[in-house]
């Protein structure tokens, strides 16, 4: 029986659907094709705004009560704060959520899903699933094939992260930092932190009691438990660069085993989600702007490690608005619909 015979239920809300990952993510919806019977932008704040998605704007309305009442899946395109406020609203209506921030991330009965990896996650049918943080989305991708290979050891990795993934303000403070560097030193954030223009900072998120930012543990505890790995070792450094969009990250592991670099590309090379660019000696190799707009986490870069026996070093570069945060949902929402589609078939 076709697909469309089986009328079933494809009504969404995104939640935060004014921001940039709430843009992001009605983009990606259109481009691929998701099958919607409604569509529902919703905001903290509609203030009379709309969104322009499969052709059409969209009155954006404020998150209520009522919002979620028919609703079948729901992208919270939020912060962890509004994600703990209407989460449970949503999920008491009926519809499954799937979460951008890091609100439910840790809960042992919350999958954090990235499909190509661990779809299997969503056996159960979960109601409420957790997205990945955006670095930590990219790196598990190209580690997966490997680690199955060969058994994974130990990580340690160093993030560049792009303005981007703090938000639409913080690129606003990097467009003025931008023409302010011009004609003199870049001015400090309006919040009173480092400029973003023109330098590194090796800060994202708060300082936890260990020396480490939030950022770097939330690399450290996802990639434990999207690997399935509880105990493996990790260390992470995340750094903010003044590049608009585009996550990179300089990966080291070490394996049970050797692995080579023609055996790590050939792994990548057949395994989902994954664009290899390694040919330094032509200047290819993984760049933000590479990434940029793509769905694709581009790897490259590979060598053997000079410290360790079994070690591997890698570049990985994605967008971190798409398959950073968007891309890496709808995959997850359409992983949902194709379920229920395949119970509505067994049902007829």
Not at 101 to 130: K, Q
Not at 239 to 253: D, K, Q
Request: some cysteine; overall charge negative; glycine content about 8%.
């Amino acid at each position: 029986m076709p697909r469309e015979a089986l009328h079933v239920s494809r009504r969404i809300a995104v939640l935060g659907a004014t921001g940039l990952a709430g843009r992001t993510t009605l983009r990606v919806l259109e481009e691929r094709r998701f099958p919607l019977d409604e569509l529902r932008p919703l905001a903290s704040e509609a203030g009379g705004r709309t969104v322009t998605a499969f052709g059409r704007e969209w009155p954006v309305s404020a998150v209520g009560e009522r919002s979620f009442d028919g609703v079948d899946i729901a992208l919270f395109a939020s912060a962890n704060a509004i994600s703990e406020q209407w989460a449970p609203v949503a999920r008491a209506a009926g519809a499954t959520v799937i979460d951008y921030s890091s609100a439910f991330r840790y809960h042992d009965d919350v999958p954090l899903v990235v499909p190509e990896v661990n779809a299997h996650a969503l056996a159960g049918d979960p109601t409420l699933i957790a997205n990945p943080n955006c670095s930590t989305i990219a790196i598990v991708v190209a580690l997966a094939p490997l680690a199955r290979a060969a058994g994974l050891q130990m990580l340690e990795v160093a993030t560049y992260q792009a303005v981007s993934g703090a938000g639409s303000e913080a690129l606003a403070e990097l467009e003025r930092g931008i023409r302010g560097g011009l004609d003199g030193p870049p001015p400090h954030r309006t919040d009173g932190g480092p400029a973003f223009a023109y330098n590194v900072v090796p800060q994202i998120d708060r300082f936890e009691d260990n020396g480490y930012t939030r950022e770097e543990m939330k690399i450290t505890w996802e990639t434990r438990k999207i690997l399935e790995l509880p105990d493996l070792p990790v260390a992470a450094t995340a750094a903010r660069v003044p590049v608009r969009v585009g996550h990179c990250a300089h990966v080291s592991a070490v394996f049970e085993r050797p692995m080579s670099p023609d055996e790590a590309r050939s792994l990548w090379a057949s395994f989902p989600g994954l664009k290899v660019i390694d040919d330094p000696a032509r200047g290819r190799f993984p760049t933000a702007l590479d990434a940029d707009g793509i769905d694709e986490v581009v790897v490259g870069r590979a060598r053997v490690s000079l410290v360790h026996p079994h070690g591997l070093l890698f570049f990985v570069a994605s967008d971190n608005l798409r398959k950073g945060a968007a891309t890496n949902a709808v995959q997850i929402a359409q992983a949902i619909d194709e379920l229920a589609v395949r119970v509505a078939r067994r049902a007829r």
